[in-house]
């Protein structure tokens, strides 16, 4: 692959924060041991006293799980080099700033989102309907579906496009981010068995937990074994780069048949150009599936503002956006779910995304202004 200088910075530091995690991970815990050195004498010795949740114990057990959470991310990175960038050295890391080590824990946690048991209920939430409507929009035996092809922008960590390239369809997931590309591509490519490793998706965190045990927790990583299902005849692949810049032009014009969207459309900072660029690869009568909510990722991102000023559309807005540029919506309903929620905390974020099939016609449609 080759990248420009910032692009080639960036992907350094994403490689670097997933070797530096170990570090990362056992220096919040010895923080962690520092301030419980700072309390009171009497405040230290009644909590040293329960002896079913001795609090330096469970601090050396969360050791132990950043140990093996490290193993995995560690893995990633070294996977990726020889793909995404060969002259990385490994012995001469950058600094990597704590933001990108929180997106690596964050990377680890969104792991259990796609490829545990843990999250199935999730997953039957907001993928499962897409699936559903992918098998009765083209049935099985009046289609070839390895001549449908249908993209997914925003794909994360791979699993709904996976779960659509294993039903026989051709299909191709779109990610910008490196974290996202890495894990997927270890995912994808790069495990053997289910259950082959277990993370600890929640160390990271002290708050809302009703026991240790509970912020321990092991996941259990993969739920199923992607190249069992990749290996027989599915076409499936990964397209690296920005929705916009990389379906946007002429060369894309027409290429899918169905574009898949699930809590993505969101990430716009102008939500109408998502539209354009899903309507300018789509055939003509191809369909564009929906599910997800409208949390603006960039509403209160001031730095961005001020280049680049962003547009939050509600509903109602962008169905009259998408009815004016052609898009006939076939079924539109909601549904409730967590993401990357745990059902063990005292606290879980619940969306209400929608989910809609909806139409392009593209012939005898005067151009949207916006
Ligand atoms: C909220 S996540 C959803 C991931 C996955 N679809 C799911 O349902 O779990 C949104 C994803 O879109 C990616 N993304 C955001 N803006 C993008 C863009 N302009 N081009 C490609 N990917 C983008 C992010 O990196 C992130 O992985």
């Given at each position: 692959m080759e990248y420009d200088e910032e692009e080639e910075k960036i992907l350094k530091q994403v490689l670097s924060a997933f070797f530096l995690y170990r570090q990362y991970g056992h220096t919040l815990i010895q923080q962690k041991r520092k301030f419980m050195s700072q309390l009171s004498f009497d405040h230290k010795d009644l909590l040293l006293q329960d002896t079913d949740n001795n609090f330096l114990k469970h601090l050396s057990r969360l050791d132990d799980c950043v140990k093996q959470n490290s193993v995995v991310a560690e893995a990633i990175a070294k996977a990726g080099i020889p793909v995404?960038?060969?002259?990385?050295?490994?012995?001469n890391l950058p600094h990597v700033s704590n933001e990108m080590m929180q997106k690596v824990s964050s990377t680890l946690k969104q792991l259990t989102r796609d490829w545990?048991?843990?999250s199935v209920d999730e997953r039957q939430a907001t993928y499962v309907p897409i699936l559903q409507e992918l098998d009765s929009l083209f049935p099985l035996d009046s289609n070839?579906?390895?001549?449908i092809h249908i993209l997914v922008p925003?794909?994360?960590?791979?699993r709904l496009a996976f779960d659509i390239a294993a039903k026989g369809f051709s299909c191709q997931g779109n990610e910008f981010s490196y974290f996202m590309l890495l894990t997927s591509y270890y995912m994808l490519n790069c495990?053997?068995?289910?259950?082959e490793f277990a993370i600890h998706?929640?160390?990271h965190s002290f708050s809302?937990?009703?026991?240790r045990d509970h912020q321990a927790e092991k996941v259990a990583i993969p739920?199923?074994?992607?190249a069992e299902y990749l290996n027989h005849g599915a076409f499936f692949s990964m397209a690296a780069g920005d929705f916009l810049e990389v379906y946007g032009d002429k060369t894309s014009?027409?290429?899918?048949?169905v574009v898949v969207t699930c809590f993505f459309?969101?990430?716009?900072?102008?939500v109408l150009s998502y539209l354009d660029v899903i309507k300018n690869c789509l055939v003509d009568g191809g369909y564009w599936i929906n599910m997800g909510p409208?949390?603006?990722?960039?509403?209160?991102?001031c730095a961005s503002q001020h280049e680049n000023p962003t547009i939050e559309l509600t509903l109602d807005q962008l169905f009259y956006a998408m009815d004016s540029m052609g898009f006939n919506v076939l079924k539109h309903e909601s549904t409730t779910t967590s993401y990357m929620?745990?059902?063990?905390?005292m606290l879980e974020w619940i969306y209400h995304p929608h989910f809609w099939v909806s139409r392009i016609q593209k012939a005898n449609l005067q151009q949207f202004v916006a």
């Amino acid at each position: 692959m080759e990248y420009d200088e910032e692009e080639e910075k960036i992907l350094k530091q994403v490689l670097s924060a997933f070797f530096l995690y170990r570090q990362y991970g056992h220096t919040l815990i010895q923080q962690k041991r520092k301030f419980m050195s700072q309390l009171s004498f009497d405040h230290k010795d009644l909590l040293l006293q329960d002896t079913d949740n001795n609090f330096l114990k469970h601090l050396s057990r969360l050791d132990d799980c950043v140990k093996q959470n490290s193993v995995v991310a560690e893995a990633i990175a070294k996977a990726g080099i020889p793909v995404f960038y060969p002259s990385f050295d490994v012995n001469n890391l950058p600094h990597v700033s704590n933001e990108m080590m929180q997106k690596v824990s964050s990377t680890l946690k969104q792991l259990t989102r796609d490829w545990s048991e843990e999250s199935v209920d999730e997953r039957q939430a907001t993928y499962v309907p897409i699936l559903q409507e992918l098998d009765s929009l083209f049935p099985l035996d009046s289609n070839d579906r390895s001549q449908i092809h249908i993209l997914v922008p925003g794909s994360g960590l791979g699993r709904l496009a996976f779960d659509i390239a294993a039903k026989g369809f051709s299909c191709q997931g779109n990610e910008f981010s490196y974290f996202m590309l890495l894990t997927s591509y270890y995912m994808l490519n790069c495990v053997s068995s289910t259950s082959e490793f277990a993370i600890h998706p929640y160390i990271h965190s002290f708050s809302n937990h009703v026991t240790r045990d509970h912020q321990a927790e092991k996941v259990a990583i993969p739920d199923v074994v992607p190249a069992e299902y990749l290996n027989h005849g599915a076409f499936f692949s990964m397209a690296a780069g920005d929705f916009l810049e990389v379906y946007g032009d002429k060369t894309s014009e027409n290429r899918f048949h169905v574009v898949v969207t699930c809590f993505f459309i969101d990430t716009a900072k102008n939500v109408l150009s998502y539209l354009d660029v899903i309507k300018n690869c789509l055939v003509d009568g191809g369909y564009w599936i929906n599910m997800g909510p409208l949390l603006y990722h960039f509403e209160n991102d001031c730095a961005s503002q001020h280049e680049n000023p962003t547009i939050e559309l509600t509903l109602d807005q962008l169905f009259y956006a998408m009815d004016s540029m052609g898009f006939n919506v076939l079924k539109h309903e909601s549904t409730t779910t967590s993401y990357m929620g745990d059902k063990r905390s005292m606290l879980e974020w619940i969306y209400h995304p929608h989910f809609w099939v909806s139409r392009i016609q593209k012939a005898n449609l005067q151009q949207f202004v916006a």
